[in-house]
């Protein structure tokens, strides 16, 4: 499989370099070249199929032409030691949990494998690599996770003073570990214009091998499309018709992920997702594209320090814009419609659901009949741990759940034995870079 580009199709690169790289000078963002019909792995799969092995079949069929087979179930072996739980709550109804990894998140897996699979790659090329983001905690706990025992990946973290949270003194790089954090005496803003100062120099990227663990980079991306593909083969001898998945949009990374399973072959029939300010319904009740009218060589950057996969899902549409309305299907739902969602889960599948499993829920109640036939099927796809919006809950059951130990875990707040750097001080940060570089 190649890697083009969304704003230059001519740009093509093979997955290594997506991953090392993963930011196209054009200004835009990786996306697969070609469907590949991986419909032979997906319908060999069944319930007894784990997520590991399923994601290294899916792996080395997507590119074969780089790793071997076994190099490709190692990377998913290593990234992929528990599976997602899927549930069955009634006849038609099944809510996949995303969040029993390290730190209660879907990005635990999508993380976990990216340092799995750089790691592989720079053993290859005798190289090394720093993965430069911008956390708000959660990142951050999870890359800290991911990349404890890794030898050639490291990680240079920017939050705002005081915000770092979910690491251990041992993963700092002074202390042995691979983890450098940098607090900033500043805002969020500031961060991320501080780390897209850096992305804004090749020769900075260049010099210190630069890359990224959010969604910028494919190879942070790519894996979470296995989460459908999982559901499938968990789901497929219970089901008669059609299988819709009911997801948040976030930042359009699940649904683009949900997308490129599809493009591969993956047997579903649409996505429904509570509308966005970008993704909207339309006055015939059909999805729409709030900016898809501005020419992609009209819009700025996309930025490597705070992405939006929006121009991914514009990408997959390009070729046919009216299939998006048969495929996507957003719901408005108010504030009451989502707590009310909440307490119905709760009440009818005992179920603890946040915010944005909830949302998800109430945009299917309000679409299932007018979409799903009665032998048809909705994967309810819950992100995050409900312990991380307890207070929602709360509000709406009258229970306080109770937070697991590995979220506690993610959410302790972290005391940096360092100086917090000036909002706008890149000659820091290049020096925190240089002297990670160096080890």
């Known amino acids: 499989m190649r890697f083009i580009s969304t704003r230059d199709s001519s740009n093509q690169v093979d997955f290594r370099k997506a991953v090392l790289s993963p930011m196209p000078k054009d200004g835009g963002l990786y996306v697969p070249d070609e469907n590949s019909d991986l419909r032979k792995w997906i319908l060999y799969a069944d319930k007894n199929t784990s997520f590991s092995s399923l994601a290294g079949s899916l792996t080395s069929a997507m590119i074969n032409k780089e790793f071997s087979p076994i190099i490709c179930e190692t990377i998913a072996t290593r990234a992929f030691p528990k599976d997602p739980v899927l549930k069955q709550l009634d006849s038609n109804l099944f809510l996949l949990e995303l969040y029993n990894g390290a730190t209660g998140t879907f990005k635990d897996f999508g993380v976990s494998y990216l340092t799995a699979t750089l790691e592989t790659i720079l053993q290859y090329e005798g190289k090394k690599a720093i993965l430069l983001d911008v956390t708000t905690g959660e990142l951050g706990a999870c890359i800290a996770q991911a990349i404890r025992k890794n030898k050639l990946v490291k990680s240079v973290l920017v939050a705002p003073k005081g915000s770092f949270r979910g690491l251990c003194e041992e993963d700092y790089v002074w202390n042995g570990g691979n983890i450098y954090p940098v607090e900033v005496d500043g805002t969020l803003d500031d961060c991320f214009e501080l780390v ?12 210190f091998s630069l890359t990224v663990a959010n969604t910028a980079n494919i190879g942070r991306l790519l894996p979470q499309a296995f989460f459908y593909t999982y559901a499938f083969s968990h789901i497929k001898h219970l089901v008669n018709g059609e299988i819709y998945y009911a997801v948040s949009a976030g930042n359009y990374g699940n649904l683009v992920s949900g997308l490129y399973g599809w493009k591969m072959s993956l047997p579903l029939n649409g996505f429904i997702v509570p509308s966005t300010k970008d993704l909207v319904v339309d006055v015939d009740g059909k999805a729409k594209l709030v900016d898809s009218f501005v020419p992609l060589e009209k819009r700025p950057r996309v930025k490597a320090s705070e992405p939006s996969n929006m121009e991914r899902f514009e990408n997959i549409f390009k070729a046919n814009q009216l299939l998006i309305k048969s495929f996507v299907y957003p719901a408005k739902v108010s504030e009451e419609e989502i707590n009310s969602a909440c307490k119905e ?14 949302s998800s829920y109430a945009a299917y109640l309000k679409r299932k009949e007018e979409i799903v036939s009665d032998d048809g099927a909705v994967v309810l796809v819950a992100r995050e741990s409900p312990c991380l919006n307890a207070d929602f809950i709360l509000s709406n059951i009258g229970e306080r759940i109770k937070m697991t130990s590995n979220v506690e875990a993610a959410f302790k707040k972290n005391v940096i034995p360092k100086d917090a750097i000036a909002s706008g001080d890149i000659e820091s940060l290049i020096a925190v870079l240089n002297s990670v570089n160096l080890l």
Do not use: G, H, N, R
């Not at 897209?196 to 990227?205: A, T, W, Y």
């Open 196 to 207: 897209q100062k850096i992305f804004d120099s090749p020769e900075l990227v260049e010099k």
């Open 345 to 358: 889960l709760f009440v009818k599948y005992k179920i603890y659901a946040d915010k944005e499993t909830s």
